[in-house]
């Protein structure tokens, strides 16, 4: 029997990874895809949120890029593979796990879809967030007419020239940052642009003074954790400002209210508008990946069950790492996943 088992090959359970590595401790890792798989997927262009020094898994990382430059997709991918391939547990790609389930002596047997079983004493879900796509809300109903389309789809920015074909605008259903890349893609391609939303869109800061006082936020938000430990509230990214807000203030992109439903190439919105659209891209989020959970708990698919230091409430010895307020406001961002990967394999040792 194995110690340790981590499912998922993402930041977070290359992180655990890399911590476990350092004390020692021996572990089995289980990726569905390859390493990185979700950060290979996306747009190779597209924008890491925060600073460089911010994100990387390792301090000693920090001057493989300018420490302070926001980095392009690609760069923290090449960061992952180059931990990834220092990693010396037993890590199985390719290999998705069907279920795990509890043994007569209360250990951890984790069946994959090759049909192997293996049992461990200590469990960790690594999942993230981007295998669940959520869909808008309010949901609507559509005919097929206008092909409709999840961000997560976009693997390439490129891809969005297949609607160039077509006169009408492209609609786009978020309010956060991916709405918000999402037009400015569509903007530098010259195709038109709708944004449905439900409620108002909040922008982040712009300009010079506003990157400086980003800098500084995350400084401080050290600080405030320190005062306060395991301070949690809503951490979703709101949109861009500068040529986002731009677009939107400027009535270039038409801010349209939520979808009622698509009929005959149509889409009808709620307030009973109805425009022609070249596609729908749903840029509306994610669900936490816990499908293995969902047998063992009755979470609705937008739910993080309770924990307490990391363990599941209920469900000794099976770990969360990468979810939203684990730990504290930042546990679902790069940089809450290297702390509290550090704290997790500390703990898992001591267990």
Known sequence: MSAIAIIGGGPAGIALARQLDQLGISYVLFEAGQMAETWRSVPADLTVLSPWWTNTLGWRDMFDCNPFAKVP??????????????????????????????????QWVIQTEQGTA????????????????????????????????????????????????????????????????????LHQRQLRCLLSVKTQIEYRRHGTIAALREQLYFFWEELQLWLHPGLKRNSYPVMDGGLTQQLIESGEVEVMPPVLTVTAGEVVFTDQQRRHCAAIICATGYDPSLGLLQPLLNLAPSEVPAVFQYEVEGLPNLFLLGFDNIADHRSRYLRGIRRDAVILAKRLMQR
């Open 118 to 185: 293996q049992t461990f004493a200590k469990v960790v879900l690594a999942t993230g967030y981007y295998q669940s796509p959520k869909g808008a809300e309010p949901a609507f109903s559509s005919d097929g007419s206008v092909p409709v389309l999840h961000a997560a789809a976009i693997h390439d920015y490129q891809q969005l020239m297949q609607f160039s074909a077509d006169k009408h605008p492209v609609l786009v259903i978020g309010k956060r940052v991916t709405a918000g890349q999402l037009i400015v893609e």
């Open 73 to 106: 997709a690609l760069s923290y991918v090449e960061h992952l593979m180059r931990i990834s391939r220092r990693l010396r547990g037993d890590i199985r790609e390719r290999t998705r796990v069907a279920h795990i389930r509890k043994d007569g002596s209360q």
